[in-house]
Every structure is written in C-alpha cells, then in structure tokens.
C-alpha cells in the first residue's frame, strides 16, 4: 500500500515536470506574447540565459531577410481639366478592361456614326463625347490623338510596362505599348507608342488607313514645386473613296463603284506641353482619407506653355476642278 502510493506520487511530480518543461518552452517560442517578457525577466538558469538569446538572434536575423513590400500605392497616375486648373487622378486598374471590343472605337463610343474601319472619320452621337479641337478637320480624328491636358503623368517606384496587341478581320492590327519608370524618387519619364492598320470594308484600298501615335513625358515634383513636360505626334494615312456612285446597293461589300479611285489624305496633329507650379502656402488636409487624393494648396502659381500643330494634305491624280464641284462637296 504504501509502496504503491509512493509510485502514484513519483509518477504526478513527473508528469507535472514534463508539462511544465513543454510550456515554458512553448513561451520562448512566442516573444509577442506579454508572458514571455516575465519569464526573461526571471531567468532562473544560464541555461534559460542562453536559450532567451539565441532566440531573439534569430527572430532578428530573419527580420533583416525579410524583403519591404514596395507595392503597396506603387503606381499613381494623374491628368488636368481643360484650363490645367484642376488635377484629377486617375485610378489605374492592370487587369485588360473591354478585351471583347477589338476596335478602339467601339471601346470608346457607345453610339457613333463612322466610315466602318478604325483610323477613319469617326463622330459620336452623344454630344458629351464630342472633343472639339482647334481646328476644324480634326474634330472627325479626335479620337486618335491626346489634347495637352489629356496626357497621363505618371509616379510610380517599379518600372511599369504594358503591350497590348488586338488582330482582326480585313488585316486590322492594333499595337499599343507604354513603359514608365522612376530616375529618381521624385522624377519621372515614359514613353507610349500606338500603331494601327486596316483594309477597311470595302475592295481594294479604298478604305484603307494605317497610322501611328507617340508620345513622350517627363514628371517632377519636390516639396512646392512641380514642372510637367510632353510630346505628342499623332499621324493618319487614309484612302479616300467620296462615297458611293449607287448607293441603293447595300446587300453586297463587293462589286461597289466609288468616286475616287487615286486620292489619299494624311493627317498630323503634334503637341507641346510643359507646366510649372509653384505651391507658396501649406497643403489644405482633404477630409477624407483616400490614398489616391491629391492635396490641394491654398496659394499656388502655374506657368503654362503649350504648343499646337495641325496638318492635312490631300491628293488625287486624276481628278480635276469640274470634278470636285459636282461631287466632292456634294
């Protein structure tokens, strides 16, 4: 009896030590945890000392591997309205938005009237689309080129690249390609380029257009002062056709007989951009938090240079004076 109640006891004082050893254990395991801060305190052997440490050492050698997430708002994105009075931020999405419509116009317009192909005349029936440009024959090519204020600027701390490439019938091809990157923390350059062709609906080269945009900018902003600067070439080859001689066929692309059989146009549009700013008080704090929301100055000066140029050449080689009269304006 006594035997085995010595057994019993010797059994719990082992069972008791064991559980002890695992959970002071499991606390050196979890520095967070405010326990642990007691227990190091207290170390009641060198052996507890040397464990405390080695720990910490290590907690802190894989601090120092960890790699800083430099992702988080990498990318910020801006424009200005029509009078550069106002800068809006634009929030930037990298996933291919409207991949279904293969053409820029229909992306763009929801209802429109056009001669059918992309990089040819193009006017949307809602009046709140319409751009109105400087000069008259550029309203139809709006689409394809950026006015001064329309140019994205761009601050991000990664390189950021994107291609787009679009194929279709009747040899249509749509590349588009912009690549931005940070020299410096507060200075910022990129390039975008847009290349398009098509055969257009009808036979032959009637219809047809190729065409290209570039455009290039520079960013910088420290403290109060900010400059922006860019350039934009846009240019346009078209086939022009007048139209229809019988336009009562309509059941059939083929066969069609059109006014002009050797005229083509070209229309270039370039522009200059540069705008300085200068911030004189302090920055009013918006209201709300939004990461995305540009803080607005109580007193601030701009400087705006801009530079604008239009071009359209017109060729035919048969054609005569009589010719035009009768048809051209009709």
């Known amino acids: 009896m006594f035997y085995s109640y010595i057994k019993m006891l010797l059994k719990s004082f082992i069972l008791f030590y064991l559980l002890f050893f695992s959970v002071n254990n499991l606390l050196a395991q979890t520095p967070d945890n405010p326990l642990v801060s007691k227990v190091s305190k207290t170390p009641t052997s ?6 405390s440490t080695d720990v910490k050492s290590t907690s802190d050698s894989l601090k120092t591997k960890r790699k800083v997430d430099t992702l988080n708002f990498a990318i910020s994105a801006w424009n200005y309205d029509e009078f550069f009075l106002e800068k809006k931020s634009i929030i930037l999405d990298t996933v291919i938005e409207k991949f279904h419509l293969k053409s820029t116009i229909d992306s763009k317009y929801s209802f429109f009237q056009s001669l059918g192909n992309i990089g040819t005349p193009v006017s949307p029936y809602n009046l709140i689309d319409k751009k ?5 024959f550029l309203d139809a090519y709006s689409l394809y080129y950026y006015n001064p204020n329309e140019q994205v600027f761009y601050n991000t701390h990664r390189p950021f ?3 787009h490439y679009t194929s279709g019938p009747k ?3 749509l590349v588009d390609f912009i690549h931005t990157q940070n020299i410096h923390r507060d200075l910022n350059i990129g390039l975008t380029l847009n290349f398009f062709n098509s055969l257009g609906l009808y036979g032959k080269n009637i219809s047809s257009s190729n065409g290209s945009k570039i455009s290039v900018w520079s ?3 420290s403290g109060k002062y900010k400059t922006n600067i860019s350039y934009f070439f846009g240019r346009n080859f078209i086939d022009e056709n007048g139209g229809l001689v019988d336009d009562s066929v309509v059941y059939t692309n083929f066969g069609y007989t059109m006014r002009y059989t050797n005229a083509n146009s070209r229309v270039q549009y370039q522009n200059i951009q540069f705008l300085q700013e200068w911030n004189l008080l302090d920055a009013v704090k918006p209201k709300d938090s939004l990461s995305y929301r540009y803080p607005d100055f109580k007193l601030s000066l701009k400087n705006v240079l801009l530079y604008n140029r239009a071009d359209r050449f017109f060729q035919d080689i048969v054609a005569d004076e009589v010719f035009y009269k009768l048809f051209y304006w009709r």
């Open 132 to 136: 109105n440009s400087f000069v008259y």
């Open 219 to 221: 960013s910088y902003s």
């Open 161 to 163: 690249t994107n291609i």
């Open 46 to 51: 060198v052996d507890n000392i040397q464990d």
């Open 171 to 173: 040899k249509q091809q």
